[in-house]
């Protein structure tokens, strides 16, 4: 099967992004890897779908798989792609658009200066909302907020990490380190995103506080690993950062693939990021029927 893709990229991260509006392309797991795949496929962190509005007041319906095949509920680098993706196509020529995900409603907006802005919705604290497993461990209190204690290991000298952990729309486990650089993202992070306190897995994040306003992040992807950026983790970092009494509400967060900023005005109120979004290239390709 011959389908036409679109490379993008948002701060780094990059997508591959399907036109689905037209007709469905009822691709496999198997068939999302192929795409991912950054020597036999196109290659991508995520692969975004494109589809109609499945209700009144809906723009469109937006699905994301990650690089391993396995759908996910939210993306904030690829919400801004889409956005961009369907004014370039001619799918809308709104500003802004109401897109269904598999978490909810979010709303990205055409900045005039090219950037786009998402409302990502209120940030979730239950933790049995995230999923988190808090069965036998207690809170740490932190600031205002708290911490949970995380044994990476088995062993008594195993690493012990203290999380902020929420929700997204997708769970986030945060982590504050002294510098990002030499955090032990590579070591710790698919530890963190297998921890069996997260029955859906977990974005680990690396969040290096320069000042209140400005952030370094690394983040862990569930399903992609390291990625260049993570939009839902600097929400979730920046969130974290507030919660947790070092930082203030409106913050620059610099991954290793761009900068982002993050505004959350607190309690019960959406998370607004805003950041670019770029088209890289066009293209076709052969999808096998078992890749």
Not at 12 to 21: I, Q, R, S, W, Y
Not at 103 to 123: H, K, L, N, Y
Not at 176 to 202: C, K, M, N, S, Y
Not at 259 to 280: F, H, K, N, S, Y
Request: charged share 20%.
């Amino acid at each position: 099967m011959r389908i036409r893709f679109t490379k993008m990229q948002g701060a780094g991260n990059d997508f591959v992004v399907l036109d689905e509006t037209r007709g469905a392309l009822a691709l496999t797991p198997a068939q999302y890897r192929f795409l991912g795949d950054r020597h036999f496929g196109v290659g991508a962190d995520q692969i975004l779908t494109v589809r109609p509005s499945p209700a009144p007041g809906i723009d469109f319906q937006y699905v994301i798989h990650n690089a391993d095949g396995g759908e996910v509920e939210q993306c904030g680098n690829g919400a801004r792609c889409f956005m961009r993706f369907v004014r370039e196509q001619g799918l809308t020529a709104k500003d802004a658009v109401r897109v269904q995900t598999l978490s909810g409603v979010i709303e990205p907006r055409m900045g005039a200066d090219g950037r786009v802005t998402v409302d990502m919705g209120a940030p979730v604290f239950d933790v049995a909302r995230v999923p988190f497993d808090d069965a036998g461990l207690t809170a740490q209190p932190d600031g205002g907020w708290e911490t949970w204690h995380l044994a990476l290991s088995t062993r008594a000298e195993g690493a012990i990490v203290a999380v902020a952990v929420l929700s997204m729309g997708n769970p986030h486990a945060v982590q504050i380190v002294d510098d990002v650089d030499t955090a032990p993202v590579a070591e710790q992070g698919p530890l963190i995103e297998h921890h069996p306190r997260f029955p859906q897995r977990v974005n680990a994040g690396f969040m290096q506080v320069v000042s209140r306003s400005q952030v370094r992040l690394r983040v862990f992807e569930r399903g992609a690993g390291e990625t260049l950026a993570c939009g839902t983790g600097a929400c979730a970092a920046v969130v974290a950062g507030i919660r947790l009494g070092r930082l203030d509400t409106r913050v620059d967060v610099d991954t290793r693939g761009g900068r982002l900023t993050i505004e959350w005005a607190g309690i019960g109120q959406p998370v607004l990021m805003t950041g670019p979004a770029m088209t890289v290239f066009e293209g076709d390709i052969d999808v096998p029927d078992q890749p």
